[in-house]
């Protein structure tokens, strides 16, 4: 390299370490204004201290964001490095949604213990199994119950993927089992992944006494292809689908909240659906469509987002439709752009309008 190509070197290594020094003094590097820090900036009784703690975890977080760092693992990095800042009281309050660890741990935020793969039916195997998750107060009340069913388009997902709304639940003081269960391709076709959430139903049901529940305040909640086995759990009363290791129980869940699920198989066919009911045109379409048992139906929250291109939010509006109906409660929370899943924001008000549902339903006061 001659002089001249020297020099130039060093003047764009001299400018590029300007640049980077000014982008990193940047304000735009330490603005605030993330829906994930005001979440937590606007909890109740945050002191001068808590605030400035918060603040360094974040522009830390954001930093590195800055230098390419993704997006997610910041995140789950910002909530897991504030919680022992905040209280208890505050704690309830924050999002816990996919910014934080999967797997539950025991004690996971003071205010519940976790209980992981207990098995729902016997001899026990290692899918149809469910974690706990049991409120520490020592009231003597019984407390309401919520099954929760993951999604996954009927052939993937996990309980462990889908556990902060069952944290949220928990900490808000339900009794809460997240389970697996048979999946498409590995035995879970239709009808036996729905008679796998019927088995662990009347398990739950049976576990009142040890998990001081109030059988009469048991709800079901799922997301999508869990929403679907919620409603059709919720809803459906066809003689031939029974618990196969607890035939004699009657155990029905009294409230249903579907997170963007399908509810008409006759009008909304699809491939997945095809490979979830092993193309039982004959009758599948129809014994496993909730929409099939809406005269039947408890009071139901639906919660959809308008731009969800996976399942259409016509699923939930018709099934809304279906239960006004046959004047039967229910509720439709319309998300504004959402798509499948929820975001922050949008989990927040899923997760605000579920428990004022259930606890409305349930006339259930968190203590």
Sequence with gaps: MNLSGKKISIILAILLAQSLSAFAQSPTTIQRN?????????????????????????????????????????????????????????????????????????GDLGLYNVTSNIPYVKPPDAVRVGDVYLPKNEAKKLRPAVLYIHGGGWSGGDKLQSSDMPKALAAHGFVVFNINYRLVHAGGEFPANFLDVKDAM????????????????????????????AMLLGYSNNSKFKAPHYPVSIA??????????????????????????????????????????????????????????????????KMHKALQDHNIRTELLVLEGAGHGFAADDWLKARDASIKFLDSVFKFKAE
Aim: charged share 20%.
């Design 34 to 106: 993330s829906p994930d820090y005001k979440s937590v900036a606007a909890l109740p009784g945050m002191t001068p201290s808590q605030l400035e703690q918060v603040n360094k975890i974040y522009d830390s977080c954001v930093a590195r964001l800055n230098m390419g760092m993704p997006l997610q693992p910041l995140r789950r990095e910002f909530f897991m490095k504030i919680r022992p800042i905040l209280t208890s009281d505050q704690l309830k309050l924050l999002h816990p949604a996919a910014h934080l660890p999967s797997r539950p741990t025991q």
């Design 202 to 229: 009347a398990f739950l049901a049976s576990k009142s006494d040890e998990w001081k529940i109030d059988k009469a305040k048991i709800a079901v909640m799922g997301g999508s292809a869990g929403a679907h086995l």
């Design 252 to 317: 029905r869940p009294m409230a249903v909240v579907s997170f963007y699920g399908p509810c008409d198989f006759v009008k909304g066919r699809s491939g997945m659906v095809d490979e979830m009911l092993a193309k039982d045109a004959a009758t599948g379409y129809v014994d496993a469509a909730p929409i099939t048992y809406a005269t039947s139906a408890v009071p139901t929250l639906f919660v959809h987002g308008t731009k969800d291109d996976v399942v259409s939010i016509r699923h939930s509006q």
